[in-house]
């Protein structure tokens, strides 16, 4: 969001969503009472299958809504220019019960094209899957399914790799939830260090579907998730810059790149703004 904006005004854009989402929640309500009531009259039971269907339909808008709503009261809370602005993600994190949270959004090929995250420590957990090639987000939209990992030891065996990173940044359990849409996966959500109960894996599922159908892709979609989406453009443009520069083939000078963010102890966006600055030369 650039000085210019007024949070009042962007306070006002979310609670005007959240009052079109809980309009759509109660109007998907109304259509599983009328199924319930033909499943009375008539007995059969896909009246009830129906009623399931809109009941979850209204669940989703719901959630959506909760979620600008948590925003906008954020917003409307942001007096001072010098204070971090509010994120989106903030409220996600907190509705699932986790101290950190990150969205990422994948190609085909799941490399990383997006990411919005909580907080420092999220994005950070991101940016090693992005130069490590494995994790919890690499698991879910390759594998279509919740992945789940409580503790040092667990994290560290099935992240050989990634695991040590992630632990080093203090974080001992994460959840991943891949964001599908008519059986593709576009992404996942990241939730770390979750609280075991009462929320679990029904709520993080609920918020993630609410972010995919209702926020991402649905009839009033915010993808910039209101200026909080982070792009992997500045580095691919750097490991193209580098390519021209080297005669290496793309792939190559990108994870060169990676290789140099993690070794410097930097993100991939830093290194990438380096290559850029010194006219595709790594730094």
Known sequence: MSQGENPAGVAAVAWSRAAKARDRA???????DAQEALAARSGRDIHLRLAATHRRIASVHLSSALLQEAYARRMAAWSRWSD???LFMTGVAEACGADSAALTLVGQDRAQLAVAASDDVSRSAQDFEFILEEGPVRDATEGHALV???GPAAIESRWPGYGPELTGLGLT???AVPLEVTGLCIGALALYDPE?????YRTCADVAEALTQTILLGPDPDPELYGGTDHRDTVHQAAGAHSVRTGLPVDDALALIKGRAFTLGLSTEAVALRVLANFGELP
């Not at 109660?26 to 599983?32: C, F, K, L, Q, V």
């Open 84 to 86: 971090p602005r509010p």
């Open 173 to 175: 359990g994460v959840i």
């Open 26 to 32: 109660r109007r998907a309500d109304e259509a599983a």
């Open 148 to 150: 789940f990992a409580a």
């Open 196 to 200: 075991p109960a009462p929320r679990g």
